[in-house]
């Protein structure tokens, strides 16, 4: 069956890093849309961003900038490089997949579009 499993999230000071990983299994990796989303308590799971098999990105306007997704389709791997962390994005952050078309445009992936999802990472931010 298809898995997906994040690791490295944590707590950072504002202005740090982290790299998150999620690897994938069960699935044709390289035909699949990859994607990050992330769930602060009491709120809803958002988009956060989204690669294609070729490497076209697509982020919500708050990351830009500074979080960086790209994919290893040799590793199964997608990551989310995440700089200029600020505690705002403190939330559960999802590693998706999505087997549909990349789509192009400005509106943001709904998880409704994503197939299968990660256990989800913590990532919190201090101020």
């Known amino acids: 069956q298809v898995q997906l499993v994040e690791s490295g999230g944590g707590l950072v000071h504002t202005g740090g890093s982290l790299r998150l990983s999620c690897a994938a299994s069960?699935?044709?990796?390289?035909?699949?849309?990859m994607g990050w989303f992330r769930q602060a308590p009491g709120k809803e799971r958002e988009f956060v961003a989204a690669?294609?098999?070729?490497?076209?990105?697509h982020y919500t306007d708050s990351v830009k900038g500074r979080f960086t997704i790209s994919r290893d389709n040799a590793k199964n791997t997608v990551y989310l490089q995440m700089n200029s962390l600020k505690p705002e994005d403190t939330a559960v952050y999802f590693c998706?997949?999505?087997?549909?078309?990349?789509?192009?445009?400005?509106?943001?992936?709904?998880?409704?579009?994503?197939?299968?999802w990660g256990q989800g990472t913590q990532v919190t931010v201090s101020s």
């Open positions: 998706a997949a999505r087997n549909g078309p990349w789509r192009s445009g400005i509106a943001p992936y709904s998880p409704r579009d994503f197939h299968y």
């Open positions: 069960g699935l044709t990796f390289s035909g699949y849309v």
């Open positions: 690669v294609s098999w070729n490497a076209n990105t």
